[in-house]
């Protein structure tokens, strides 16, 4: 940890950049911080390092330790769900959601949702990017895949 005034060390998904500034969300606290210039950032990386106050009105705060950067990716693939995670969704009801860790890195959700309502349930998840992408920069992954097919919905967080 930095021994800086107000300085907040973690992992951040940059929720907004452009060429003068960017917009980093905590992924652990949720707590939003506004930097004063763009350190070289993108729309949806994630972030870990160290920001601080920016003198003299620490309206905004700086970048001042990057650990690491990565770009985060999610998408929806044409594959189905693989077998194990058919097999969780048969040992589930409708509206259930089991989360399993991965062989090495990452999770695999799987949610149970009415056939009908798959569709509507992946664009949820597709929709609902931030959180989403939160959640991987968490686990320390790079992309998250959604495979589905009647009745079931795999998010898998992966390295």
Do not use: C, W
């Not at 992992?11 to 652990?28: M, P």
């Not at 990716?73 to 259930?96: K, N, W, Y």
């Not at 991987?136 to 795999?154: D, F, H, K, Y």
Request: hydrophobic fraction near 35%; glycine fraction near 6%.
């Amino acid at each position: 940890m930095s021994d800086i005034d107000g300085a907040s060390e973690g992992t951040f998904l940059v929720t907004h950049a452009d060429e003068d500034s960017a917009v980093l969300k905590d992924v652990e606290s949720g707590q939003v911080h506004t930097l004063s210039s763009n350190p070289g950032v993108e729309e949806d990386d994630a972030v870990e390092g160290v920001v601080a106050p920016e003198p003299p009105l620490e309206l905004t705060v700086e970048l001042v330790e990057l650990h690491e950067r990565r770009s985060l990716r999610l998408h929806e693939s044409r594959e189905p769900p693989t077998t194990q995670e058919r097999e969780i969704a048969a040992e589930q009801a409708v509206g259930d959601l089991t989360r399993t860790e991965r062989a090495g890195i990452g999770e695999i959700h799987v949610i149970n949702v009415p056939e009908a309502e798959t569709e509507a349930a992946v664009e949820d998840v597709l929709s609902d990017r931030e959180a989403t992408l939160s959640r991987a920069a968490r686990l320390g992954v790079n992309r998250v895949e959604i495979r589905s097919e009647p009745g079931i919905v795999s998010v898998r967080y992966l390295p």
